[in-house]
């Protein structure tokens, strides 16, 4: 079956521009998780949603970045006024319930110029 | 706070066995995890441990888990060459109502002919 699919794949921008990113999670998974993994770094969490809204969001670095999950399957991570320090992959991963085994997506590899 | 921490390298000959070593910090962890992460790809879940067991063994590989030391291995019987890539664990508790995983920095594992 289809696993956990992210898009786009690569993203260059500007300083001070805007990105999204989005996530596809496993049909029929409930949670849903982004991370943030900087160069030779493991991943590290930034949000978790369950369903539609976002149950812990104490990863996120500061306010310039916003998810949403609006129909509890996709979701869009938003960065605003990206900074070069924002540069690295995003990962996805979802999971039945909260509890359960996480499944990852290939990431986003963000670059900011 | 939780911490995770993993040799950075190892390097093995094809056919040997690979152990990659793993400390944690947090006695509450509840699931102990190994992700295999292959250049420019996501994570792939290789195994997990509840943090009530002391091995477990799929296949090739085996986790050893000594709860007292807050040590966790990974031993990879009979390394191919395609096993070469970085390895991460990751420790999680569900205490915060989800698993939140804390990742380690990741091993290189580079297996050569």
């Known amino acids: 079956g289809a696993g956990v699919s992210q898009t786009p794949s690569n993203k260059v921008t500007e300083k001070g521009k805007y990105v999204e990113l989005r996530c596809d999670p496993i049909?029929?998974?409930?949670?849903l998780y982004w991370y943030r993994q900087s160069l030779g770094q493991g991943p590290e969490f930034l949000i978790y949603?369950?369903?539609?809204?976002?149950?812990?969001d104490s990863g996120l670095p500061n306010d310039r970045f916003f998810a949403v999950r609006p129909e509890g399957s996709v979701s869009t991570l938003k960065i605003q006024r990206t900074e070069r320090g924002d540069s690295a992959v995003y990962l996805c991963a979802s999971s039945w319930t909260a509890g359960e085994t996480q499944y990852f997506g290939p990431g986003t590899r963000l670059l900011v110029l | 706070g939780e911490d995770v921490e993993q040799s950075l390298f190892l390097s093995v000959r094809e056919g040997d066995s690979s152990v990659i070593n793993c400390t944690y910090t947090?006695?509450?962890?509840?699931?102990l995890y190994w992700y295999k992460q292959e250049p420019g790809a996501g994570l792939q879940l290789l195994t997990y441990?509840?943090?009530?067991?002391d091995m477990k063994q799929d296949q090739r590989l085996t986790v050893l888990l000594n709860k007292k030391d807050k040590h966790l291995s990974l031993r990879i019987a009979d390394t191919q060459t395609g096993d070469s890539a970085i390895y991460f664990c990751?420790?999680?508790?569900?205490?915060?109502?989800?698993?939140?995983?804390?990742f380690g920095t990741g091993t290189r594992l580079l297996v050569s002919p």
């Open positions: 949603f369950q369903g539609t809204g976002a149950a812990d």
């Open positions: 441990i509840f943090s009530n067991m």
């Open positions: 947090d006695s509450s962890s509840t699931y």
């Open positions: 049909s029929g998974h409930t949670a």
């Open positions: 990751a420790e999680s508790t569900v205490n915060t109502g989800f698993q939140k995983l804390v």
